[in-house]
């Protein structure tokens, strides 16, 4: 039975960091890409992050270049995703999904799998 568990979100002050965590069961990152997304209320699900079974990352918004970092554990089957210099903008439910495939996918409709999200709240 596949699941995923993030955690890890918060309240941060604009300029700071958060590492969201995201514990895999039921397969091994050595098999399936891993995604990072999040959704604000009325808008469109963003593609954040996304890490391959090879381990190759990719990053989608310009805006999170240079800021985010998504790294892995296969040892704890756990993908990270290090958010650094916060800002307001990226307040918003931040999940992570899996496919049945090796390579990444930048749009959430190819993801069968998903967490329950985490709630990132960035504000001073």
């Known amino acids: 039975q596949v699941q995923l568990v993030e955690s890890g979100g918060g309240l941060v002050q604009p300029g700071g960091s958060l590492r969201l965590s995201c514990v895999a069961s039921?397969?091994?990152?050595?098999?399936?890409?891993i995604g990072w997304f999040r959704k604000v209320p009325g808008y469109e699900r963003e593609g954040v992050s996304c890490?391959?079974?090879?381990?190759?990352?990719?990053y989608y918004p310009s805006s999170v270049k240079g800021r985010f970092f998504i790294s892995r554990d296969t040892a704890k089957n756990t993908v990270y995703l290090q958010m650094n210099d916060l800002k307001p903008e990226d307040t918003a439910v931040y999940y992570c999904?899996?496919?049945?495939?090796?390579?990444?996918?930048?749009?959430?409709?190819?993801?069968?799998?998903w967490g329950q999200g985490t709630q990132v709240t960035v504000s001073s």
């Open positions: 039921g397969f091994t990152l050595n098999l399936w890409a």
């Open positions: 890490i391959s079974s090879s381990g190759e990352s990719e």
């Open positions: 999904a899996t496919r049945d495939d090796y390579e990444c996918e930048r749009e959430g409709n190819e993801y069968d799998y």
